[in-house]
């Protein structure tokens, strides 16, 4: 509406006050008022007493007027303005700029709907997401929490029965105790009464005492620390594992985290061991990757190397060992026979040698499909709870022991101690394949899911 006032008034300014019109060719006059050129010239015509100002009535001694080019191309721009032309044109422009600005507005109201849209989305998910990690964790730590209930459980419940039985022993060693008390100041009496008692009361005391207490079989305090050492850390996450579903990736991540506070505490996750097939008896073969070797009956065309296992079917694994706390997994599967721990690096690898720890093997051999040994001085026969289809052992170089699991569900089978060496090196023995029997290869098993 301003604008319009504008215009009118602007309108009028350029108006000549003869004619009414907009002006036609201005000029302006020594009084400084405008008129069109032909109507002042027309009014002067008109006028007996000589040039005047039809505004101002100022009078003039001539007929001089200055011609006005400023005024005059304004005036033409207010004329074009006014035109219907120029009307239609404006606002044929200011409809289109309308448009384009409407259309740009809605584009961008859509695009705004559609952030907003992720916004929801990405909140949603994120919430869903947290909810979903956090039930994972939940579940993880309630396994974990159990794990560890059942474990104590287990250590409280075996402590406790050893107890009770150690306590039932020294109650019944005081019974035996009071027994004989009472049977030395009997004969004590006796004793000092000599002449007062009779022969026969005498020769009816038997000469040995009447009590007997049964000997018990001694504490087996090693052991009972055995079953529950190792590498405690690994153990419990193997035992989580069976409590988690694979193929959920939280079990991938859950691996990494394990492996990586397993690292964190010095305590080996399996290994990435290989065997070494310089070391290897001449009828061992393997998989391409040396993580699976087999027996195959005859000899294969092998480099001399003082490496070399030339009697037995054995072979070491490529890494060897002189400090630190070591941990790897070896696939027997249903193998009918073989032997596998640990070796020092010295061993006799031209002889034929007897596994035991005085010739620096300690190592865990399966005979006639289900007989285990430690091959301990003298063996030991173990009776693990389901045949192990795959074997870790745990090396602890400071603490000088070899223990080895059934890797299923950790288990503890046997625990060398006192196991001294420069460098120890993990041991396999095939055994021969006798025929098909025993032709299964054995695996190192490189921790995945
Ligand atoms: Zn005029
Ligand atoms: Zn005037």
Not at 225 to 245: E, K
Not at 420 to 433: E, G, I, L
Request: aromatic share 8%.
């Amino acid at each position: 509406m301003a604008g319009r006032s504008q215009d009118r008034s602007l309108r009028e300014e350029l108006t000549c006050a003869i004619c009414c019109e907009l002006f036609s060719e201005p000029v302006m006059l020594d009084c400084m008022h405008h008129f069109c050129r032909g109507c002042i010239q027309e009014y002067w015509d008109r006028c007996a007493h000589g040039p005047s100002c039809p505004q101002c009535r100022r009078k003039f001694p001539s007929r001089a007027f200055r011609t006005h080019y400023l005024l005059s191309g304004l005036v033409d721009k207010v004329r074009r303005c006014g035109s219907e032309e120029h009307q239609h044109k404006m606002q044929k422009h200011l409809e289109d700029a309308l448009q384009a600005r409407q259309k740009e507005m809605e584009n961008l109201l859509q695009r705004k709907r559609l952030v907003q849209e992720d916004i929801c989305s990405l909140t949603k998910v994120s919430g869903e997401l947290n909810f979903k990690i956090r039930a994972e964790f939940a579940r993880l730590h309630q396994i974990l929490e159990e794990e560890e209930r059942t474990v104590l459980a287990e250590l409280g419940e075996k402590g406790e029965q050893s107890l009770a039985q150690l306590h039932r022993h020294v109650g019944q060693l005081e019974e035996g105790m009071a027994v004989l008390q009472r049977d030395i100041e009997h004969v004590k009496q006796t004793l000092s009464r000599m002449e007062d008692v009779s022969l026969l009361e005498v020769e009816s005391l038997d000469i040995r005492p009447s009590v007997h207490v049964e000997t018990q079989p001694a504490l087996d305090l090693q052991h009972y620390r055995d079953s529950h050492s190792g590498p405690l850390q690994y153990i419990f996450w193997r035992q989580m594992l069976r409590s988690i579903c694979p193929g959920e990736h939280i079990a991938v991540r859950w691996v990494w985290w394990a492996r990586a506070a397993l690292q964190r505490e010095s305590t080996a996750a399996p290994a990435p061991l290989t065997f070494d097939p310089e070391s290897a008896h001449p009828n061992l073969v393997f998989s391409r990757d040396l993580t699976a070797v087999t027996e195959r009956n005859r000899a294969q065309p092998v480099p001399i190397s003082p490496q070399r296992f030339r009697q037995c079917v054995n072979v070491l694994g490529s890494q060897a060992f002189d400090s630190g706390r070591h941990y790897w997994e070896v696939w027997v599967g249903s193998k009918t026979k073989w032997d596998l721990g640990v070796a020092a690096d010295t061993v006799d690898r031209a002889a034929k040698v007897k596994l035991c720890p005085e010739n620096g093997y300690w190592t865990l051999r399966l005979r006639n499909r289900t007989e285990y040994w430690a091959t301990a001085t003298p063996w030991v026969r173990l009776t693990p709870r389901q045949p192990p289809q795959k074997v870790g052992v745990f090396l602890d170089c400071q603490e000088g022991t070899v223990t080895f699991f059934d890797a299923g569900d950790m288990s503890h089978l046997f625990t060398f101690h006192q196991v001294s060496a420069q460098r120890y090196c993990p041991f396999f023995s095939t055994c021969f394949s006798d025929g098909r029997d025993n032709v299964e290869p054995m695996r190192l098993c490189h921790l995945a899911l």
